[in-house]
């Protein structure tokens, strides 16, 4: 599906992505400064990668904010790099309060700037962006299952990826604020989680992490059996048809 989009929003995400690959390619110390923070982050265990990327951030000194919201939106738009490791080493930094809202906040702007780079050039180069076309063929066949409740479930759960998400959503007919506000609510409580857990310093990340996404799948499942029964009662209809 092909959603109507202004010749300027295309520009806009064209020169968006353009002056980001060129500071990259041409300007040294953008690219050092990317390359340590994704080694950082792909640490082989999980404490590794938090104490690797906490380490990376302080050698920012009071810049250290605005590089952990670069390499949060940097992984919302390319992955596969992990979300959950920055927002752990931001709650370790800056404390759970700010920390959360550090990690909270970097996250909508990678899903919105997904959401855009999507709607304004087409599926071929989300496909590109997203890895290829097997994470973005996933995410649509969890909005047709779903509908509107797509965003909001996908959101919760931890091991959905987010970038993919975030660029299928793009290619429907899903309104930008509906889109916005699902995935404020439902990456909340993870980030608040990790947030405080990162603080804590507490347990393996890797276990803690998906320790936590077990328990959300099963809310989630929890979730969907109880609408679908409700919508399957006499004089109920099916409801919950797809976005697209």
């Not at 380490?55 to 920012?60: C, E, M, R, T």
């Not at 759970?96 to 304004?120: E, H, K």
Request: proline share 5%; glycine share 12%; aromatic share 10%.
């Amino acid at each position: 599906m092909k959603v109507a989009v202004p010749r300027a929003s295309t520009g806009l995400a064209v020169g968006a992505i353009a002056l980001a690959a060129g500071a990259y390619a041409f300007l040294p110390a953008v690219h050092q400064g990317v390359d340590a923070g994704v080694r950082a982050l792909t640490a082989a265990e999980g404490r590794d990668a938090v104490d690797a990327f906490r380490s990376y951030l302080l050698g920012f000194g009071p810049w250290a904010p605005l590089a952990s919201a670069a390499l949060m939106v940097l992984q919302s738009l390319v992955a596969p790099l992990p979300a959950f490791v920055v927002t752990f080493a931001n709650g370790l930094l800056f404390g759970w309060a700010r920390g959360a809202l550090l990690s909270w906040s970097s996250a909508m702007v990678g899903a919105a700037l997904c959401f855009w780079i999507a709607r304004a050039l087409g599926r071929p180069a989300v496909e590109r962006l997203a890895g290829g076309g097997a994470a973005v063929e996933q995410a649509d066949r969890f909005f047709e299952r779903h509908g509107e409740r797509a965003i909001l479930l996908a959101r919760l759960l931890p091991f959905v990826p987010f970038d993919a998400v975030s660029y299928a959503a793009g290619l429907t007919t899903t309104g930008f604020r509906p889109f916005l506000v699902a995935t404020g609510l439902g990456q909340l409580p993870a980030t608040l989680l990790y947030s405080y857990l990162g603080q804590s310093a507490s347990g393996s990340v890797r276990i803690l992490f998906w320790g936590f996404s077990l328990v959300a799948a099963a809310m989630v499942l929890l979730w969907i059996a109880g609408a679908r029964r409700q919508a399957l009662r006499p004089g109920r209809g099916a409801g919950g048809g797809p976005v697209s």
